[in-house]
């Protein structure tokens, strides 16, 4: 039967892997269903019976993890899948980005790129996202706390493409997981809270600019820092030896990698990004509803010669372990919070380039010159 991935474990199942409960009763019960398969209490197929039953239509199916025992949304099976991971240490404004991300997906992208995101494919991805993402940036102009370490429900949502006569012409089943800082300390708890960065499609590593050395120089006085937290070097490097090791790679990792500087409005704010910068504005992938392959370029060319000054060696040998590396800065708040408290409302810059580009990638989207 067809493979498809799975949005909890990342892994690549056949739908006779997965655990199969048959929704068919009589008069409550959930023994025998209309095929004459006898199912357990819980109305669990047994094993030598799935292929029969998947292929029933007189009830709906629900299929579970083998590896999380959790329930797949229908549209995974029925989408092609676009596992993204997005990582970065303790502080560097995961939560806030992945926020501000669907929001920017469903208000903006989907306008211009005629597209839509469905929210409600999966109520857990709704509730989860609305209560710890939407309520505290866009209700109560407040950043969102920082993620607990463990086990983080990824949140869920197909985005599907529509043609001019708004038939849906191209479906990615997007998965995001805001991967708690802690989850990286360690090669232990990468191999169990991060099982899936290697079966992933497109990873989104998110760098703090306020824990670059001499960036932190040029700010000392001027606003409040963050502690140093966790090297990026020594984040990257276990993810780089996350992915070889399960996925046995030795020559270059095919998975693309956005590299991705936050929090690019305190480097407007104080000066340190340069007048003129192409990061002080937003992407022409935007306004023209298409990946404009100049703009990308342009900004590929500031953001290289910026880290040339901001990173060391060692995190841009790391980098060249990934056949495809492209460099992105961002502002998902538009300005520098006071403590939790956003000083105005939010007016994210680039938040979307770095999905774009993965889209792009994946030939999702149309790119132009």
């Known amino acids: 039967m067809a493979k498809f991935t799975c949005p909890y ?38 094993t030598n019976r799935k292929s029969a039953c998947m292929g029933c239509k007189e009830a709906s199916k629900l299929l579970y993890c083998p590896t999380v025992d959790k329930l797949i949304p229908r549209d995974f099976l029925e989408d092609s899948s676009l596992p ?29 790129y005629n597209c839509m995101l469905s929210i409600t494919s999966s109520e857990e991805s709704k509730k989860y996202y609305d209560a710890y993402y939407y309520d505290p940036l866009f209700n ?44 990286l300390d360690s090669q232990d708890n990468m191999v169990v809270f991060n099982r899936y960065i290697p079966n ?20 000392q006085g001027k606003m409040d820092l963050p502690n140093k937290n966790t090297d990026i070097n020594v984040v990257l490097n276990r993810v780089v030896d ?14 693309p990698l956005a590299v991705v500087f936050t929090k690019i409005d305190a480097l407007e704010k104080f000066d340190i990004l340069p007048e ?12 023209r509803g298409v990946f404009v392959q100049s703009d ?33 800065g ?13 000083s105005s409302r939010i007016s994210p810059r680039r938040v979307l380039d770095p999905l774009l580009w993965l889209l792009s990638v994946n030939k999702y989207i149309p790119t132009v010159k």
């Not at 992933?200 to 700010?219: A, C, E, F, N, Y």
């Not at 003129?276 to 306004?287: A, I, N, P, V």
């Open 84 to 112: 993204i991971a997005l990582l970065g240490a303790k502080a560097s404004g995961k939560s806030n980005y992945i926020g501000v991300l669907v929001n920017e997906i469903r208000k903006k992208m989907s306008i211009k």
């Open 242 to 255: 996350n992915i070889r090791q399960v996925k046995n790679i030795k020559g270059t990792i095919k998975i």
């Open 9 to 46: 474990c990342y892994a690549e199942h056949s739908l006779t892997d997965c655990g199969v409960k048959c929704t068919y009763s009589i008069n409550g019960t959930s023994a025998v269903c209309r095929k004459g398969v006898v199912k357990d209490a819980a109305g669990w197929i047994p």
């Open 296 to 328: 990308y370029e342009n900004c590929q060319k500031e953001m290289e010669t910026l880290i040339v000054n901001w990173l060391d060696e060692e995190l841009l040998v790391l980098i060249h372990n990934f056949e495809k590396c492209s460099f992105f």
């Open 276 to 287: 003129g910068s192409c990061l002080r504005e937003e992407s022409e992938h935007l306004k």
């Open 200 to 219: 992933s499609k497109g990873i989104i590593l998110l760098l703090d600019p306020l824990q670059v050395s001499s960036i932190r120089d040029q700010l």
């Open 140 to 183: 109560h102009n407040v950043v969102v706390n920082s993620t607990d370490a463990g086990e983080i429900p990824p949140l869920i949502f197909p985005l599907r493409f529509l043609d001019k006569k708004n038939r849906i012409a191209k479906s990615a089943a997007l998965t995001f997981y805001d991967t708690a800082g802690e989850n």
């Open 330 to 342: 961002v502002s998902s708040l538009g300005n520098v919070p006071s403590g939790n408290n956003l």
